[in-house]
C-alpha cells in the first residue's frame, strides 16, 4: 500500500521559509515522480513543482520559480519542498502525490496517491 505523509507546514511572515516534507512508503522501484500541489480557499488545486526519483529531473510552476526547491533523498524515501521568499499568495493546503512514470509532472490526473495534505499560511 502506498502512503504518503506530509509534514512541516505552519504560520510564516511574508519573506519567511519553511520546508514541507513528503514521506513516502510502499513504492519499490525508483520509476515515479513526486509532485507537490496547493489549493487556497475558493480557488482549485494547482501544481506547484515535481522531481522524477528516477533521474532527478525537476519541474515548477512559473509562479514560484526562484523561490521554491524541490529535493528528494532516496535513502529515506523522502521529497522536501523549500519554500524562501513566501508570500501571503502562497497561503494554501499543500499536498504531495504520487506517479508511476519516468517524467516530473504537474498534470494532476496522472496522480495516484495522494497524501493529507499540510496547512501554510503567509501572513503579511
Known amino acids: 500500500e502506498v502512503q504518503l505523509v506530509e509534514s512541516g507546514g505552519g504560520l510564516v511572515q511574508a519573506g519567511g521559509s519553511l520546508r514541507l516534507s513528503c514521506a513516502a512508503s510502499?513504492?519499490?522501484?525508483?520509476?515515479?515522480?513526486i509532485g507537490w500541489f496547493r489549493q487556497a480557499p475558493g480557488k482549485e488545486r494547482e501544481g506547484v513543482s515535481s522531481i522524477n526519483i528516477g533521474d532527478g529531473s525537476t519541474v515548477y510552476a512559473d509562479s514560484v520559480k526562484g523561490r521554491f526547491t524541490i529535493s528528494s533523498d532516496n535513502a529515506k524515501n523522502t521529497v522536501y519542498l523549500q519554500m524562501n521568499s513566501l508570500k501571503p499568495e502562497d497561503t494554501a493546503v499543500y499536498y504531495c502525490?504520487?506517479?508511476?512514470?519516468?517524467?516530473?509532472?504537474?498534470?494532476?490526473?496522472?496522480?495516484?496517491?495522494w497524501g493529507q495534505g499540510t496547512q501554510v499560511t503567509v501572513s503579511v
Open positions: 510502499g513504492l519499490d522501484s525508483d520509476d515515479y515522480a
Open positions: 502525490a504520487a506517479t508511476w512514470g519516468l517524467i516530473a509532472t504537474m498534470y494532476e490526473p496522472e496522480y495516484d496517491y
